[in-house]
C-alpha cells in the first residue's frame, strides 16, 4: 500500500532498507512457505540478510545469527523470528519516528486529508 511504499523510501533513502525488507521476506517465509520449501527459503533469507558479507546485512547480534545458522540445518517456521523481532524494534524506536516527521510523511498526510 501507499504508506508501507512511502516507509520503504524514506528507509531506502536513509539506507536501511535491508531492514524492511528483512522483516517483509521473513512474514512472507512464515506465513506463506509450504514445509517442503522451507530449507530452501531459509537458505536463501540467511544468504542475503544474515551471513557476513550479505549483500543486504541487517545488525544482528552474534548469538541471533549463530541461532539462526544452526535452524538452518531443520528449519521451522520461525527460525528467523527472534531476529525479526529485533529488526522491528529497532525500526520502531529508531526508523519509523524518522518517518512520522519526515516530509514525505506531511505529504502523504496531506494526500490523504484531501
Known amino acids: 500500500d501507499q504508506w508501507t ?3 520503504d523510501t524514506l528507509l531506502s533513502n536513509k539506507c536501511n532498507e535491508e531492514n524492511i525488507e528483512f522483516w517483509m ?3 512472507d517465509f512464515r506465513n506463506h512457505t509450504l514445509h517442503e520449501d522451507l530449507a530452501s ?3 536463501s533469507i540467511y544468504k ?3 551471513r ?7 545488525n544482528l ?3 541471533t545469527k549463530n541461532a539462526i545458522m ?10 528467523f523470528l527472534a531476529a525479526q523481532r529485533k529488526v522491528y524494534s529497532l525500526m520502531e524506536n529508531n526508523s519509523y519516528p ?5 516530509n514525505l510523511y506531511k505529504e502523504l498526510c496531506d494526500a490523504a486529508r484531501a
Open 25 to 27: 521476506a521473513c512474514e
Open 5 to 7: 511504499q512511502s516507509f
Open 70 to 79: 544452526q535452524s538452518l540445518h531443520e528449519p521451522t517456521a520461525t527460525c
Open 41 to 43: 527459503k531459509a537458505n
Open 98 to 102: 524518522r518517518f512520522i516527521y519526515s
Open 52 to 58: 557476513s558479507e550479505a549483500p543486504k546485512e541487517i
Open 48 to 50: 542475503e540478510f544474515i
Open 61 to 63: 547480534d552474534f548469538h
